[in-house]
């Protein structure tokens, strides 16, 4: 299936196309995404895929084979397959990047995807819908390390001058008492749960279906009410 996608960036064109050449910082603002290995021309990784259930694991590598520093463009030949032999997945990817306005960049990625397995039970309209949500996730993630390596730190706040008290009986007494009043040992915080960063892409699909067939579900649900009421009978 062929999938279509544009998005702007506000950086320049050659500074988006330079942060495009490290592959392993692009990996890290796809959800799943796990780079082994990497050089000028090829990569591999895997990617974690939840779809309810199901979990799949997809180990595989790409290879540039055709890149043009001058048009700001290249195409990558993917592919990978579930460790468990659930499915396999391809793709043909072709970027172009333009000029934009405001001196922002315009990218554009065409992709032939083919997959098997549960992934493939979904049709193009899904797959557009769902991918365009991704997209949209990798874009806020790569706009926020464009644009925040330039951001300055904030000033550190001015000490604060120490006011002199002048010690008093009643005040030498207070700090004698807590002195002697045994303080209890803090307990450790709790480790927070590990986080799980497979994409999840039930979660992705799910929004989709119900804003594509709710009329169909509404109906449905009509149905099943009637039929509910004629058993009670």
């Keep these: 299936m062929d999938l279509s996608h544009r998005f702007t960036v506000a950086t320049p064109v050659e500074e988006t196309w330079a942060h495009f050449q490290d592959i392993a910082a692009l990996a890290e603002c796809f959800p799943g995404a796990q780079l082994t290995s990497a050089d000028a021309d090829t990569f591999a990784g895997t990617v974690k895929v939840k779809l309810g259930p199901i ?21 990558v030949d993917a592919k990978g397959k579930d460790k468990r032999g659930n499915g396999t997945a391809g793709a043909q990817v072709s ?13 554009e990625v065409l992709t032939d995807l083919n997959i098997t397995g549960k992934p493939a039970q979904f049709g193009r309209g899904v797959m557009q819908d769902v991918s365009d949500k991704l997209l949209g996730q990798f874009v806020s993630c790569l706009e926020q390390r464009l644009t925040g390596a330039d951001a300055e730190p ?16 009643l005040a030498d007494a207070a700090a004698t008492a807590a002195a002697a009043t045994p303080r209890p040992t803090p307990r450790p915080l709790a480790a927070a749960p590990a986080q799980d960063d497979a994409l999840d892409l039930g979660a992705a699909v799910l929004p989709v279906l119900a804003k594509a067939y709710w009329r169909q579900g509404l109906g449905a649900l009509a149905v099943l009410l009637v039929i509910w009421r004629i058993l009670r009978r």
């Design 55 to 75: 979990a799949l694991v997809y180990a595989g590598s790409g290879t540039f084979v055709d890149k043009d520093d001058a048009a700001h463009s290249f195409k």
């Design 95 to 107: 970027l172009s990047m333009h000029d934009g306005a405001d001196g922002g960049t315009d990218v």
């Design 154 to 169: 904030a000033p550190a706040p001015a000490p604060v001058a120490a006011t002199e008290v002048e010690p008093t009986p």
